[in-house]
């Protein structure tokens, strides 16, 4: 333990902060890592190009062409971060060949990727894939078309099968999540029956009672989409209603709504109402750019929140973005650290002394502590964390990156 470390413990214990308390909560705190950022969102269909108004931008060399090439990357890149570690996967990451339909998906499809969650020991979260293919061009679950809706409707049931079955193989809770790209490029007349059939495809999927202990399902809304600017029907209001009616997760991505709009204070109201809430934690630059996850306001504020009202088992934490422009290991890591980061800033607040200033009405006080931790040697425990994790701190995460960039990635074609 370094000199730095216990200067800023006792730093920190001088504002009645426990930074040994701080750091084993922060252990059982899991941040779910998305498995798209390694290959652009490509996956193992050979399907063509992206679409449902994903974009992913830049041509850096070095992406995952397989399965094997993407599993080797997450295994490298989960060196990197330290905590409690999941993954998160894409339901066009199944290794088939391309050769089985995606409503004919089952849990042998996925066998590699558990055998890999359970190398890791991670658990496994889930997402039907509702775009980049065929009968996705113009709408899914709320397509006019009776026999495209049952395509993704067997697609989600069959995802919900597996997820439950990674749930029980991995004795830990998987979260399937469901986003459609599904909209309107100009004003449409009627915004009433894609929703619709939408509440009932959704009503369709879940029919089938899986026992919460092996999966939980969400469902994610968005606020409008590159050809889908005038409506998008799986908005908001849309899903906030669903999840609350049905007692679902809601899944609250940092990227979908106006950009003055803000996930942070939407939690505390909407698990008021919802046992449990995901999160796709991003950032939108002007728009759902999906960005590197930056330690900015926003993230600290996200993380605050989670903390501040113990919300860590009933908020689950994913990643959501993907970066092509720079080496895709570092915008992993970068992203996945600053969740890390955020959180063990916000278990070091001064929590008692931040409520007796803001209960008493001193606000001047809490201005000043929430002024003060900012320049708070914090650098010294978060590498402490990361020493303790076995995992490197600083740029020496960038050397480590390097390293493999030279010995792997830069053989790639
Ligand atoms: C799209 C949604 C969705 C996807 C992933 C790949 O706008 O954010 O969550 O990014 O499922
Ligand atoms: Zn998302």
New binding site residues.
């Given amino acids: 333990m370094s000199e730095c470390f216990e200067r800023a413990k006792a730093l920190y214990a001088a504002m009645g902060v426990d930074v040994e308390a701080a750091m084993a909560r922060l252990d059982e705190i899991p941040v779910s890592l998305?498995c798209?950022q390694g290959d652009d969102?490509a996956g193992f269909e050979n399907s063509g190009s992206l679409d449902?108004?994903?974009a992913v931008t830049g041509n850096y060399p070095g992406r995952a062409r397989n399965a094997e090439e993407l599993r080797a990357d997450i295994a490298e890149v989960l060196k990197l971060i330290p905590g409690k570690k999941r993954l998160n996967l894409?339901a066009i990451y199944a290794e088939t060949n391309g050769k089985v339909a995606r409503n004919e998906l089952e849990t042998c499809h996925f066998s590699n990727w558990l055998d890999f969650a359970k190398e890791q020991n991670i658990g496994l979260d889930f997402?039907p894939?509702c775009f980049a293919h065929p009968l996705a061009t113009n709408g899914t679950l709320t397509s006019a078309d009776a026999g495209v809706r049952k395509f993704w409707i067997e697609h989600a049931i069959a995802c919900r099968r597996i997820a439950a079955d990674f749930g029980k193989e991995l004795n830990n809770t998987c979260v399937t999540?469901i986003?459609i790209?599904d909209g309107a490029k100009d004003t449409p007349y009627d915004r009433l029956a894609p929703r619709q059939r939408l509440m009932d495809s959704l009503d369709a999927i879940f029919a089938e009672k899986i026992d919460p202990k092996y999966n939980l399902d969400a469902v994610?809304c968005?606020l409008f989409?590159i050809g889908a600017e005038s409506c998008t029907y799986g908005s908001h209001e849309f899903y906030m209603g669903y999840a609350v009616s049905r007692c679902k997760l809601l899944?609250l991505?940092a990227?979908?709504f106006h950009p003055t709009e803000v996930i942070s204070d939407k939690i505390s109201s909407a698990l008021l109402y919802l046992d449990d809430i995901l999160l796709?934690v991003?950032r939108g630059v002007r728009w759902?750019s999906?960005h590197v996850v930056c330690w900015d306001n926003e993230l600290q504020a996200i993380a605050s929140e989670i903390i501040r009202h113990n919300y860590e088992k009933r908020v689950h934490i994913g990643l959501?973005y993907?970066d092509a422009s720079i080496n895709r290991l570092a915008a992993w890591s970068i992203g996945a650290r600053n969740m890390y980061k955020a959180l063990l800033f916000a278990l070091l607040e001064p929590a008692k002394l931040l409520a007796d200033a803001e209960n008493s009405g001193d606000l001047a006080s809490r201005l000043m502590l929430l002024e003060e931790v900012k320049s708070m040697p914090f650098g010294a425990i978060w590498k402490e964390y990361c020493d303790r994790n076995g995992v490197p701190s600083g740029m020496a995460v960038m050397d480590a990156i390097k390293k493999y960039e030279n010995a792997v990635l830069s053989k790639r074609g």
């Fill in positions: 998305h798209w969102v449902g108004g994903l894409h997402n894939t999540n986003w790209p994610e968005k989409g899944c991505d990227g979908h796709h991003s759902d999906d959501d993907f």
